[in-house]
């Protein structure tokens, strides 16, 4: 099946400080990408859907100054945390849409804010 | 490894019942998620089970085996819009959500 990465894997950073997560399709061509968030022991929960060349569409609850989401590319999303604070520490995860109805995942970002 | 087994579709007859199977293998178990998703949509939360039996949930209903790695999700009184991909996702010992292709279900008149 297709292939969808995330860089990085993890990532440590001190409180304040932003940090940036990419996703991108590598073999296919992405209008719509999601990003997740994953708390321990709780489901995924998205997060906000991203549309290449326009904005992003946020979940309620969602901050979109806090959670910046550039989507550029047809293969290429990022989501930027800022101001990062230790409750922002979760597993981050995007998805790529192929065609209309096949959603690959990527293998997720953990997060830990010191 | 860590692997996910599931049907890749399913074709199932509205107010039918359809049983969706699911057998796994991952790095430790933290429990185990089922997903539905719509095409073009974001997959969106359906059942977890982290002990042995079932749990019921309206038309829904969730089975695990974790001595058997094994799943599966019943639907009762099937619905058109019952048709969608359904993802079972198992949570490995970090916690993390292990992902598979996901069962296309469709739902004939």
């Given at each position: 099946g297709a292939v969808v990465s995330q860089h990085p894997s993890r990532v440590i950073c001190k409180s304040g400080t932003s940090v940036k997560i990419e996703c991108r399709s590598l073999d296919f061509q992405a209008t719509t990408m999601f990003w997740y968030r994953q708390f321990p022991k709780q489901s995924l929960m998205l997060m906000a859907t991203s549309n290449e060349g326009s904005k992003a569409t946020y979940e309620q609850g969602v901050e979109k100054d806090k959670f910046l989401i550039n989507h550029?590319?047809?293969?290429l999303s990022t989501l930027t945390v800022t101001s990062?604070?230790?409750?922002?520490s979760s597993f981050y995860i995007c998805s790529a849409l192929e065609g209309t109805d096949t959603q690959y995942f990527g293998p997720g970002t953990r997060l830990t804010v010191l | 490894g860590q692997n996910i087994d599931q049907p890749t579709e399913m074709t199932a007859t509205e107010g039918a019942i359809v049983q969706i199977n699911c057998t796994y293998q991952t790095s430790g178990f933290n429990g185990l998620f089922w997903y539905q998703q719509h095409a073009g949509e974001a997959p969106t939360f359906l059942s977890y089970n982290v002990l042995d039996g079932l749990e019921e949930k309206g038309r829904f209903s969730s089975f695990l085996s974790r001595s058997k790695g094994y799943s599966y999700l019943l639907l009762k009184?099937?619905?058109?819009?019952?048709?969608a991909s359904y993802l079972c996702a198992p949570m490995d010992s970090n916690y993390q959500l292990i992902w598979g292709a996901g069962t296309k279900l469709i739902i004939k008149p």
């Open positions: 550029a590319s047809l293969t990062a604070h230790p409750e922002d | 009184e099937l619905q058109m819009k019952d048709s």
